[in-house]
């Protein structure tokens, strides 16, 4: 399936297409990688109901949709890198859950292709892939009309404040990458091109998707269990990793703290 035939791809999308094929090394199949998908499917489990079915934005190489077909629900993929698609169809043709999961290569700001289909049960984003988007209404009104009432949203951005990149960069001596979320906005090179990467708080998220979507729930992911550049320094201490994880998982719902982590994982239901 492929949505965005004659459709330039953005400068993400490009610079995506660039790195798909080192990602899952880079991230997916890292041990930080795995804490904090961790945290996600939890919450993923828990908010969809049984043999739901999912519409998935900026899906990657397809590591999320493929769990949540393992686990009984139907997936539409979607992604606006047609390398990191093509990854994950391939990947999908080995797995016998293929049929309850299909990928398309369609950016966010085509949604409307979907609109002639029958609506979904719950969509999601994970890891950051709406950072990339400057202006989060347009894709919080498509999504309203793709979402059943009563659907859910599970919604995974970069946050604004991560305490343990702070911590990082200034015990490296970093302090302009340290703070360099600060700002709302950053310039950040992927593979080797350079691209802006957006650090909305969750009020001004809420404030987007509000009009439609009623706020559940708001927890950190990768709150003590550090970002991914931090793989090299903790990937042979095993037994502190899962000591992180377990924090992560006492304190991640926590006023303030829920918002100094990594990311911040964000739940809607549909009004």
């Known amino acids: 399936m492929n949505a965005a035939s004659g459709v330039t791809l953005s400068a993400a999308a490009t610079a995506f297409d660039e790195v798909a094929g080192s990602y899952d090394a880079l991230f997916t199949h890292t041990s930080i990688g795995r804490a904090q998908r961790k945290q996600v499917w939890m919450r993923l489990l828990a908010g969809f109901p049984p043999s739901s079915r999912i519409l998935e934005l900026n899906c990657g190489t397809g590591e999320d949709a493929r769990f949540l077909a393992m686990v ?7 992604d606006a890198s047609p390398k990191m698609i093509q990854l994950a169809r391939n990947r999908a043709d080995y797995d016998r859950y293929a049929p309850d999961v ?3 290569q369609l950016p966010n700001e085509n949604l409307r292709f979907l609109m002639d289909g029958p ?10 892939g709406l950072n990339c988007v400057a202006d989060l209404r347009p894709i919080a009104a498509a999504l309203a009309d793709l979402v059943r009432p009563g659907g859910r949203l599970v919604l995974c951005f970069l946050t604004r404040v991560c305490l343990a990149e702070i911590l990082w960069y200034l015990l ?17 090179r992927l593979g080797r091109r350079a691209i802006s990467v957006f650090y909305p708080t969750a009020r001004e998220i809420r404030r987007c998707f509000s009009p439609w979507f009623r706020l559940t729930s708001r927890r950190a ?5 550090p970002p991914s550049y931090c793989e090299p320094a903790i990937r042979e201490h095993r037994k502190l990793l899962a000591r992180l994880e377990s924090l992560d998982r006492v304190c991640a719902h926590w006023p303030v703290l829920r918002s100094l982590g990594d990311h911040l994982l964000l739940e809607f239901v549909r009004c």
């Open 119 to 128: 609506r979904f049960d719950g969509a999601f984003s994970n890891f950051a």
């Open 102 to 104: 299909h990928f398309l």
């Open 221 to 225: 992911v990768g709150l003590f269990v």
């Open 72 to 78: 009984g629900h139907s997936v539409l993929a979607c």
């Open 172 to 188: 490296h001596a970093h302090p302009k990458k340290a703070f360099r979320r600060f700002a709302g906005k950053s310039t950040v």
